[in-house]
Nanobody, 120 residues
């Protein structure tokens, strides 16, 4: 099996920064795309940022210029550096990854989520 474990959430004042980490472990051959999603109370889960195995990135318009996604393929870990945080960034942040357990077997996995609260 595959597990994704997030860390780095917490409470921060508006304008502050946080860095989220997500480490994948288990039966892993390789990892394709990795990404971060978030879900605020009463809202649907939305994509925040994604990164391919080659390093191509994609961001939600609301976080462009403030958030940076990166990954360490050797550690099977993805990061989300969040700067200039706003109260509207408050949400549970989830890690997501397309993990190959063999060259032909791919599964999509989610982490358990980490809470980010940005106070005004």
């Amino acid at each position: 099996q595959v597990q994704l474990v997030e860390s780095g959430g917490g409470l921060v004042q508006a304008g502050g920064s946080l860095r989220l980490s997500c480490a994948a472990s288990g039966n892993i051959f390789s990892i394709d795309s990795m990404g971060w999603y978030r879900q605020a109370p009463g809202k649907q889960r939305e994509l925040v940022a994604a990164i391919t195995s080659g390093g191509s990135t994609n961001y939600a318009d609301s976080v462009k210029g403030r958030f940076t996604i990166s990954r360490d393929n050797a550690k099977n870990t993805v990061y989300l550096q969040m700067n200039s945080l706003k109260p509207e960034d408050t949400a549970v942040y989830y890690c997501n990854a397309d993990v190959r357990r063999s060259s032909w077997r791919v599964g999509n996995y989610w982490g358990q989520g980490t809470q980010v609260i940005v106070s005004a």
